[in-house]
């Protein structure tokens, strides 16, 4: 009877915690899956390991609040008297480092295949600055910053008088998008001109420091068309929080007629620049003789 009445309140406990805990996941929030083949891998690792650790998590519980109350001193129970069982100690020694083995052997290849940047058929260097972004295509030979829109600058300023929940993707919006194609490896190349910083877009599946001095890689294949967000993920000033960052992946037809169009539009703005300085040269001769004479 008493064996019965253990497993009654044992079969009940775990009951009640993997209600709970299936509550929990079903409300809560999930990493996300991604979209590049890498990101696909973590998501599958991460829950694997989420379900390896949910049942150790179950049988932990139940184990502790069965004892609690079934063993509890109120109902006349006794405390084991022995002090030393080597049988116990290997098994719980054992078991645990078999289970992190069986969890090492899938995150080690997913690890392995987060450093191979080689074989990539576009190079992106990203720096970041305070509060910024710069993305240079090495192989293009065009480059651009990315900062905060502004509508999204304007409604954060104090006293705006803008809803900040009428504007669009408030925050995670920026004035020039990160186009790149899909189906491509591309590999950036992230450093900082400061501070430290952090490029973060979730549904690639990775983050990496941007480090002054220093030159990180990550690559990513992006799979599907659509603009994915994200920011910086590393406190580095009072405008940490407003510096944004806005891939767009377009097919790659679309991305070439899109650097043929870049390449034009940075063309005309050199063509500008040395207009521009041989007017003011111009005009400030006169006074330069003057000071001269």
Known sequence: MKRTNELIVALAVMAVIIVVTWGIYAVGDNMPGGVTPFSKDVYQLHNVILAVVTVIGV???????????????????????????????????????????IMAIP?????????????????????????????????????????????????????????????????????????????????????????????????????????PGMVNEAWTLIEEEGIYRGQCAELCGKDHGFMPIVVEAVSPSEYRQWVADRKAEQAAEAGDEPSEVQQITAADEPAHNADQG
């Open 59 to 101: 049988l932990v519980f139940t184990a502790m609040f069965t004892s609690i109350i079934v063993h509890r001193k109120s109902k006349g129970q006794e405390p084991a008297k022995f002090t030393h069982s080597t049988a116990a100690e290997i098994t719980w020694t054992a078991i645990p480092v078999l289970i992190l083995v």
């Open 107 to 211: 995150a080690t290849g997913v690890l392995i295949d987060m450093e191979e940047t080689g074989g990539a058929d576009i190079n992106i260097k990203v720096t970041g600055y305070q509060w910024l972004w710069q993305y240079e295509y090495l192989e293009d030979e065009i480059g651009f910053y990315s900062t905060l829109d502004r509508d999204s600058n304007a409604a954060r300023q104090i006293n705006s008088g803008v809803d900040v929940h009428t504007v669009e993707n408030y925050l995670l919006e920026v004035d020039k998008r990160l186009i790149v194609p899909t189906d491509t490896k591309i590999r950036f190349l992230l450093t900082s001109g400061d501070v430290i910083h952090s490029w973060w877009v979730p549904e690639l599946g990775w983050k990496r420091d941007a480090i």
